[in-house]
């Protein structure tokens, strides 16, 4: 059983931006992008990596129940072992997770920058947390 990791955390949170750093810390830990996988969405994207036999898909469209689905399903249908996504703090996105019954779902808190000085402190925090997840 595979599982689903969640970012989640309110509207402007900084979910997308975290999750974006993520790319560097797989190829950091031995990752690749899979040729052909990344689809860019206005500011969120959906990329699948590899490492071995391992494929893990991201996404960091959280906003609504159909982007959460959809971009899921997408990665489901491309069989990734895991998943990374986003999701907010409240309302349908965790309905929209719920429906992928095959996997293990884990949710992690975004953290508050308390300023905008710390926001980039806090989601580098909070992107290794999600990587150490997996």
């Excluded at 998943?83 to 884990?106: D, N, P, S, V, W």
């Amino acid at each position: 059983m595979g599982k689903i990791i969640a970012l989640k955390g309110r509207a402007e949170s900084g979910k997308s931006t975290t999750i974006g750093m993520l790319p560097s810390i797989l190829a950091t830990n031995g990752y690749t992008l899979l040729a052909g996988s990344r689809k860019v969405y206005g500011k969120d994207f959906l990329e699948i990596y590899t490492k071995g036999k391992l494929k893990l898909g991201i996404t960091s469209a959280g906003d609504s129940y159909d982007l959460v689905h959809d971009r899921l399903d997408t990665l489901v249908a491309a069989k990734c072992d895991d998943i990374i996504c986003a999701c907010r703090t409240y309302g349908g996105t965790h309905a929209a997770i719920a429906t992928f019954t095959t996997y293990k779902i884990l949710y992690i808190p975004k953290t508050y920058a308390a300023s905008a000085a710390q926001q980039r402190t806090v989601n580098t925090i909070d992107a290794n947390a999600v990587f150490a997840a997996l």
